[in-house]
């Protein structure tokens, strides 16, 4: 099984943004930890960040044929991106978004989401924990699928 893992902007930036936010631990801390839930879970992963929309769409187009899954974490692009919501409908393959903080009780301008509209269910608020229950969530529902 194989899950690809996107991450938009300012991500690469943690550590430094905003800790009060977003913690103190930096991204590398994120892919390290991201990368041994992958090990627990048994299933294989591509990490991915970019600060480019068309970047994180070129990577969603590619994932179509070569991965199971998607989980993604689109950043400031969440509250935007049309693109990244035609992506991933475009791929069809089931995603799951990963919010670090409770958007849900930040600004009025996060409350929208627009990949999170092509995907099966958000995290949000858990901080790394998120990325955790996401590959989790994708896991099960991928094996439910084959059956
Ligand atoms: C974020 C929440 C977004 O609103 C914000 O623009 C981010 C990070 C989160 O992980 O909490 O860059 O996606």
């Given amino acids: ?15 430094l943004r905003e800790p009060d936010i977003y913690g103190r631990q930096t991204y590398s801390d994120l892919e390290r930890f991201v990368e041994s839930c992958a090990k627990e879970e048994g299933v ?27 989980v993604i974490n689109p950043a400031a692009y969440t509250h935007t991106s049309v693109a990244i ?23 009025a301008f ?8 092509a995907c099966l269910k958000t995290y949000m608020g858990l901080g790394f924990e998120g990325y955790r229950q996401a590959l989790r969530f994708l896991k099960a529902y991928l094996e439910g699928a084959k059956r």
């Avoid at 294989?44 to 070129?58: P, R, T």
């Avoid at 996060?110 to 509209?117: D, L």
């Fill in 1 to 15: 099984m194989k899950i690809l893992v996107l991450n938009g902007p300012n991500l690469n930036l943690l550590g």
């Fill in 110 to 117: 996060r409350q929208i989401s627009y990949p999170g509209m």
């Fill in 44 to 70: 294989e992963i591509k990490l991915f960040q970019s600060n480019h929309e068309g970047a994180l769409v070129d990577e969603i187009q590619a994932a179509y044929g070569n991965f199971d899954g998607i």
């Fill in 85 to 107: 919501l035609d992506a991933l409908k475009a791929v069809s393959l089931p995603a799951v978004e990963v919010h670090l903080s409770d958007v849900s009780k930040r600004e």
